[in-house]
């Protein structure tokens, strides 16, 4: 969608805000780029037509898998394909994209000979998600390690958050990585995200957030009643996304929501 599908009205409530961040969801029609100005949601048009899987940022740069390869921009409006092939989750570690593909290939984007060239890493089995040098995966939670890849334990791994001590969702229960894996929640969770102090669950029971890493669990209420799919963190604000295409915005007081026509959306980032 554009501002010239947009009237008058919507520019109104959707126009650009100053100060704004752009958030990034992927969805079944691209990568959605979306201004927040603290938890106002602004405009937002597609920024790359594609079958959107995943979506990360950081550094300037924005990363996106897509059923293609994936697909990179380091200014946040033209988008590269970088090769790869099909990817399923996409993530960054110490300023590396890191992709893992369909058939559980895992790789780095590294800078070579004045280009760019994939180093293979080693392979999983049915990869989730990717975050902080943490893989996410049908046999658990594998760790970037130099040039190789090593277990670091349980089973059947929906999404990891490596920033920080490191947290994993399971259908049998939320964990934090301490001495072992230690359960926070036993219940399923699908989606789990953190900055290294916030962090954020969403299990078969709602939604439970932390204020830093050494605080208690607590349910959030969020005024939805989608599917939360993805939580990303900028300075005193959180910004959340729902699989209809819906993006909620927190600065300090009450969470904002707006549909931005999004269908099938599977992840949110925040640049």
């Given at each position: 969608m554009s501002d010239g599908d947009l009237s008058i009205e919507e520019k109104r409530v959707y126009g650009d805000r100053t100060g704004a961040r752009e958030a990034?969801?992927?969805?079944a029609v691209g990568?959605?780029?979306?201004?927040?100005?603290?938890?106002?949601?602004?405009?937002?048009?597609?920024?790359?037509?594609?079958?959107?899987?995943?979506?990360?940022?950081?550094g300037g740069a924005v990363a996106v898998a897509t059923d293609e390869g994936v697909a990179l921009s380091t200014d946040g409006e033209e988008f590269d394909?970088?090769?790869?092939?099909?990817?399923?989750?996409?993530?960054l570690h110490e300023s590396h994209?890191?992709?893992?593909?369909?058939d559980g290939r895992?790789?780095?984007?590294?800078?070579?000979?004045?280009?760019?060239?994939?180093?293979?890493?080693?392979?999983?089995?049915?990869?989730?998600?990717?975050?902080?040098?943490?893989?996410?995966?049908?046999?658990?939670v594998h760790r970037v390690e130099g040039d190789d890849l090593t277990h670091?334990?349980?089973?059947?791994?929906?999404?990891?958050?490596?920033?920080?001590?490191?947290?994993?969702?399971?259908?049998?229960?939320?964990?934090v990585l301490g001495n072992g894996?230690?359960?926070?929640?036993?219940e399923a969770f699908s989606v789990v995200e953190s900055d290294?102090?916030?962090a954020h669950a969403v299990g078969e029971a709602g939604v439970l957030t932390r204020e830093d890493a050494g605080g208690d669990w607590e349910p959030l209420d969020l005024p939805t009643d989608g599917e939360v799919v993805g939580v990303a963190y900028g300075p005193g604000q959180v910004v959340a996304a729902t699989r209809e295409g819906a993006v909620l915005a927190w600065a300090g007081d009450d969470w904002r929501s707006q549909l931005v026509g999004a269908r099938d959306v599977s992840a949110v980032a925040l640049r």
């Open positions: 990034y969801l992927a969805s990568a959605i780029r979306v201004s927040v100005s603290d938890d106002l949601v602004g405009g937002f048009g597609l920024a790359h037509r594609c079958v959107a899987r995943d979506v990360a940022a950081g394909d970088v090769g790869f092939g099909p990817a399923a989750a996409v993530g994209v890191v992709a893992a593909g369909e895992v790789a780095r984007l590294d800078p070579v000979d004045g280009g760019l060239a994939w180093t293979d890493l080693g392979s999983v089995d049915e990869p989730r998600a990717v975050d902080g040098g943490l893989i996410a995966a049908a046999d658990g670091a334990g349980l089973s059947d791994v929906r999404d990891v958050a490596g920033r920080g001590v490191p947290l994993a969702a399971t259908p049998e229960g939320l964990y894996w230690m359960e926070v929640s036993r290294g102090e916030r």
